[in-house]
């Protein structure tokens, strides 16, 4: 079983019909967008852009809520083109205009994102997110001793959003 499939983002007390308290725990699964959801969103009507906005708000309220390294590392399969309402729709436009993209930037020229900031740019805002993201996973000791890192990717994430807002 995967580690995402099992992970515990935060835990509640719910009192059930009986009256006695129970443990509710919470999933990554239960609370972000999987790729599924974000193409039967986008079918269904929702914008590229409205879809980008809900992945990346549910990811902010799970970094708000939580304060464990391991949370951070834990988000990689969720931040990635797979679950980007934009890059969806960018390679499916990509590939109706111009078939197969030869290299996963081609995409990009479809993307109204990458109009203002491309993705894979290194210096771009959702490059710095996911290299916190892949170092918290890979190798969590380097934050720590740094509790500042929650504040860091959560200022990332809220210029994404605002980014995002003005598309």
């Not at 969103?41 to 390294?69: C, F, M, N, Y």
Request: aromatic share 6%; glycine share 4%; with cysteine.
């Amino acid at each position: 079983m995967s580690i995402y499939r099992r992970y515990v983002v935060g835990e509640s007390w719910e009192t059930d019909d009986a009256g006695s308290n129970r443990r509710a725990a919470v999933s990554l699964r239960n609370v972000l967008l999987s790729a599924r959801e974000v193409e039967n969103a986008l079918r269904q009507g929702q914008t590229p852009v409205d879809s980008s906005i809900e992945k990346w708000t549910r990811i902010h309220t799970v970094l708000v809520d939580s304060a464990e390294i391991r949370t951070i590392g834990a988000l990689e399969t969720f931040i990635g083109a797979k679950t980007c309402g934009l890059c969806i729709d960018a390679l499916k436009r990509y590939r109706k205009a111009h078939g197969k993209p030869k290299s996963s930037r081609d995409k990009c020229s479809m993307c109204q994102l990458a109009k203002k900031q491309p993705c894979p740019d290194s210096d771009s805002v959702y490059s710095q997110i996911e290299e916190i993201v892949q170092n918290a996973k890979n190798a969590p000791q380097l934050y720590r001793d740094d509790p500042e890192v929650f504040e860091r990717i959560q200022i990332l994430i809220l210029k994404l959003l605002k980014i995002l807002k003005a598309l």
